[in-house]
């Protein structure tokens, strides 16, 4: 349940799905403080009996609980904005067109998302994650094809987190018989939608370090990567982002164009 590879899901069957990945996570946290219980109610007789053997062990327990917890509480927090995620689109999704979930629940020090290794000035062992652990494809009532990635970059020292990017790449590829996109090839209209986005994204509760939108002349797809610095990057935030370029689309509609 931890790792969802390619999972096609009808956009009603996702909140339920949703919810038993909730329910393990649950059930992982009911496990881990029936294991640890004893362990602590050991370490505190221990420090009656003999004291400094007691808060060794007590210690020890309390360190791997922590830890345990904190994996618990960030699997927990990416099924939330999943969750969100979905929920705040939900209403404008296509209903017959499947919506396709990826997703990794792991920890970010988990086998294969080490990216970098090193040693400080001090000698100290650094470490580099990447942590990519959504991929959220849908399509919209009017055709539009939209996917969601988040990836986090974490850097730890000493053994705690010292820096943490979290990123979104979001990309959109309208229908191409209702929206015009080769009118945003042009410069105009370019300048225009990136000027509504940056005026988007600077209502968010925290305005992120990074942000680039570009058309993609290929595919035909509209890409946007947002990084957010020691900072979450909400759902919301995606909607509003998403909603800001379907706007803009509607109004740029060429005479050539209509509804699919």
């Avoid at 053994?159 to 229908?175: I, M, Y």
């Amino acid at each position: 349940m931890k790792v969802v590879k390619h999972e096609k899901l009808r956009p009603d069957d996702v909140p339920p799905r949703l919810a038993e990945v909730e329910a393990s996570l649950r059930a992982d946290g009911r496990l881990a403080g029936m294991l640890f219980a004893p362990l602590f109610i050991v370490a505190a007789v221990g420090c009656v009996v003999a004291p400094p053997l007691g808060i060794f062990g007590g210690i020890i327990a309390g360190v791997f609980y922590w830890r345990k917890r904190d994996k618990l509480n960030r699997a927990r927090d990416k099924v939330a904005f999943a969750r969100e995620l979905h929920e705040r689109l939900e209403d404008e999704l296509h209903p017959r067109r499947a919506v396709v979930l990826d997703f990794d629940l792991r920890h970010y020090d988990e086998k294969g998302k080490q990216v970098w290794s090193g040693f400080s000035s001090a000698g100290n062992p650094k470490y580099r994650y990447s942590d990519k652990w959504l991929h959220y494809r849908a399509v919209l009532a009017d055709g539009t094809r939209l996917e969601v990635v988040r990836q986090a970059g974490v850097k730890v020292k000493k053994g705690n987190v010292v820096k943490e990017k979290r990123r979104l790449l979001l990309s959109l590829t309208p229908h191409p018989r209702r929206y015009a996109m080769e009118l945003l090839k042009e410069e105009r209209p370019n300048r225009r939608l990136r000027a509504r986005l940056q005026a988007a994204v600077g209502a968010f509760h925290n305005d992120p370090e990074e942000f680039h939108a570009r058309v993609d002349g290929g595919g035909g797809s509209l890409r946007i990567k947002a990084t957010q610095e020691d900072a979450p990057i909400l759902a919301a935030e995606v909607v509003t982002i998403v909603e800001e370029v379907v706007r803009f689309l509607q109004e740029l509609r060429g005479p050539g164009a209509r509804a699919a």
